[in-house]
C-alpha cells in the first residue's frame, strides 16, 4: 500500500543483524528509502559495515551520542550528501551492569544521570539536529519497552529511563507536529537482542512472553521494522505521538 523511494532515513544504534535498529534500516530499505547507519565505535564497525553493504547504505559513520562533534558531523554530512531528513530512528539505551542488576531505589546519582543522557536525552538531541532538515516535514522514532508503564521483573533502572522516553515522545510530537515532523515510539515485546540478553533471568522474560501473548509468538526485528517502515511512509503524516505496542498483545494480558 505505500512505499518509500526518495525518502532518506538515518538509523542509530544498528549493533548487529540481530538488532532492532536493524530490523527497521532492512525494512526501510526494503520499502525504497536510502538508509545512513552509524557505529559506535572500532569494536562495532566491522559488523555494521557487513550490515551497510547489504541495503547499499551511502554514509556510514561513527557515532557515541556522548560525543557532540560526531554527532555534528554525522548531520553534517547528511546535509551535504542528501540536503534534507525525512526519518530518524534512534535505537539507543544503555545502563551501567551496577545499576542495571540492582533496585532502582540504589541506582547512583552519576548512574542515573548517564542512563538519562544516553537512553533518552540523546534522542532529543538527535531530533535537535535532525529538524533542520525536515523542512517538507518527516519522522523520529524511538524503541521503549512494557517496563515504562508497569513494574517487569529485573527490568529495573530501564523502567524510569524508558518512561522519560516516553513522556518525551509525547512533548516532541506536540512541539514539532505543527511542523509536519512526527514522533513515536516503538515498543516491542521482550525479543532475542544482545543488549535485552544483559537481563538478569532473560530467557525467562521471553518463555513467560511467549507462553501469554495471545498469539502466543514473541516479537520480532521484522514485526518492528513493518510497523517503522509504515510510520515513515506518507500514508502515516496524521499519527503522531503515540507509544506503538508490537507485542503479539503480550500488554494486554496483565
Known sequence: MFRLEGKKA???GVANDQSIAWGIARA???QGAEVALTFLNEK?????????????APIVMPLDVRDPDQAKALFDEITHRWGR??????????????DLHGRVIDTSPKGFALAMDISV???????RLAEPLMGQGGTC?????LGASRVIEN???????????EASVRYAASELGAKGISVHALSPGPLRTRAASGLSDFDALLDDAAARAPTH????????GAYAAFLASPEAFNVTGGIHLIDGGYNIVG
Do not use: C, W
Not at 141 to 145: L, R
Open 10 to 12: 538515518v538509523v542509530l
Open 28 to 30: 526501510l530499505h526494503a
Open 44 to 56: 562495532a564497525e566491522p559488523h555494521v559495515r557487513v550490515l551497510a553493504e547489504q541495503i547499499g
Open 85 to 98: 531528513l525525512d526519518t530518524l530512528v534512534h535505537s539507543i539505551a544503555f545502563a551501567s551492569r551496577d
Open 121 to 127: 536525552h540523546s534522542f532529543l538531541r538527535m531530533i
Open 141 to 145: 522514532m524511538t524503541v521503549s519497552f
Open 155 to 165: 527490568y529495573n533502572i530501564m523502567g524510569p529511563v524508558k518512561a522519560a522516553l
Open 217 to 224: 509468538h514473541l516479537a520480532t526485528i521484522e514485526d518492528v
